[in-house]
């Protein structure tokens, strides 16, 4: 399956007839670029698909509704609404390599703390344990990484305060979860570590299940939570939707077969989710009427 909203970029151009280089004019860019973006190399910002909603004459809302194709005349809605936590809905980045950096540098004062933020910066979808494990290869380092580890859970956990949710989150839940859609998380964060950051963000009521990928033993992108997920809800495979925000979420998502979106936060400005709720109505969500 093909990052989905890249499968939806190409669909709409091939069907109104417009090319690649004419695309790539509308928008300022090459046409190694629209290439990038309908094969999911690169991720589209808002700006950019609200510029191609407009060239091709379709509302910014057919990106986020599923294929513009139909196998049976009826659209598959979606009706589960699956997040990743970390960079999707929490804006952890800066704090989480910070926290890196003062483990490393607490264990050997030499290192430069920049370094290790900079190192961390470069890595997207890796578990705490993996990051950790990559950054002492990286520095060529030998450490205790179960000591590692629990350092960094001592410094999250004492400054949770510090994992802010982006911009809209709590209004894209909101609109969700009041046209009665069912919302879940699949993450690679340890369930203390996540119920902490829900709690401190008063948003764990919005979730139906929160499951932590890492303590059931199937890291990302093994498919397995999602695949359970799925099965245990009762809805349709193709009622499945999955938010995320690295390859690694991608591929996740393929492998459970369902459709999915990666974006990046910090290519809008931090405020995506806000952007979605300011255009869709609820009929929008549904698929145009």
Request: charged fraction near 25%.
């Amino acid at each position: 399956m093909e990052n989905q909203i890249g499968k939806i970029i190409k669909e709409l151009r091939t069907k109104a007839n417009i090319t690649q280089k004419e695309l790539a004019k509308s928008l300022g860019c090459t046409e190694i670029m629209i290439s990038r973006y309908e094969l999911g190399v690169s991720q589209t910002s808002i700006q950019q698909l609200e510029k191609i909603a407009k060239f091709v004459g379709v509302p910014v809302s057919a990106f986020f509704n599923g294929s513009t194709k139909s196998t049976n005349n009826t659209r598959s809605f979606k009706n589960a609404f699956v997040f990743d936590l970390d960079d999707t809905l929490v804006d952890g980045r800066q704090f989480c390599g910070e926290t890196i950096a003062r483990v490393i540098t607490n264990i050997n004062p030499s290192i430069n703390f920049d370094t290790v933020v900079q190192i961390h910066e470069s890595i997207r979808g890796m578990t705490i344990e993996d990051l950790y494990l990559y950054v002492i290869k990286k520095l060529n380092l030998k450490a205790n990484v179960t000591e590692l580890l629990k350092h960094d859970h001592s410094i999250q956990k004492e400054n949770i305060d510090k994992m802010k949710l982006f911009d809209g989150v709590v209004d894209i839940l909101e609109f969700l979860k009041s046209n009665h859609k069912r919302l879940y998380v699949c993450t690679n964060r340890s369930k203390d570590l996540m119920t902490e950051v829900f709690n401190a963000n008063q948003i764990l009521p919005y979730f139906d299940e929160v499951i932590s990928c890492v303590d059931t033993g199937y890291k990302k992108p093994n498919p397995y939570c999602l695949i359970d997920l799925i099965k245990r809800s009762g809805i349709p495979a193709n009622e499945f939707i999955y938010f995320g925000d690295s390859e690694v979420d991608s591929q996740f998502a393929q492998n459970a077969n369902i459709d999915h979106i990666i974006f990046d936060q910090y290519l809008n400005n931090k405020n995506l989710f806000k952007k979605l709720v300011n255009m869709f109505l609820e009929s929008q969500i549904n698929g145009e009427k």
